[in-house]
């Protein structure tokens, strides 16, 4: 079979922040995963962005286990944007980003975002004058 690898975010309701949902990803669906971020408020809320691999059969059985459970999934991509109306290319945002999804272009010295480096660590989005980073549930 053909490994299958996303990078996602979950998010999970408060009744679900005590269960091993990761532990069951693992032992009964036989995925791989790699924590890049987890936020866990016991009796509140619970956010884990993860990559997953596995068994394309076995991802998809992961993933409609975590829908069964009332886990909100979705491609990590949708998180974080940048709004290029507000963005002044200040470049505050450029040395925080611990996984270079921000740089400045050399030639054109403008910010450039390059989603797919990006870990939804929401750094960017604190130190932003001119809140151009932003959110997206």
């Known amino acids: ?15 679900m922040v005590d269960q091993p949902i990761v532990y069951k990803l693992v032992k009964d669906f036989d995925l791989q995963f790699n924590i890049l971020k987890a936020y ?15 068994d394309k059969e076995n991802y998809d059985k992961g993933i409609a286990y975590l829908k069964k459970c009332g886990v909100k999934i979705q491609p990590l991509s949708k998180d974080v944007k940048r709004n290029v109306a507000k963005c002044t290319d200040c470049g505050v945002c450029v040395p925080i980003c611990p996984t270079g999804a921000l740089a400045v272009d050399p030639i054109t010295r403008k910010v450039q975002f390059y989603e797919n480096k990006c870990i939804a660590c929401e750094l960017c989005i604190k130190v932003c004058p001119t809140r151009a980073m932003e959110i997206h549930f």
């Open 40 to 54: 866990v408020t016991p009796q509140e809320e619970g956010l884990m962005v993860l990559e997953l691999t596995g």
């Open 1 to 15: 079979m053909k490994n299958h690898s996303e990078k996602i975010v979950l998010h999970f309701p408060h009744r």
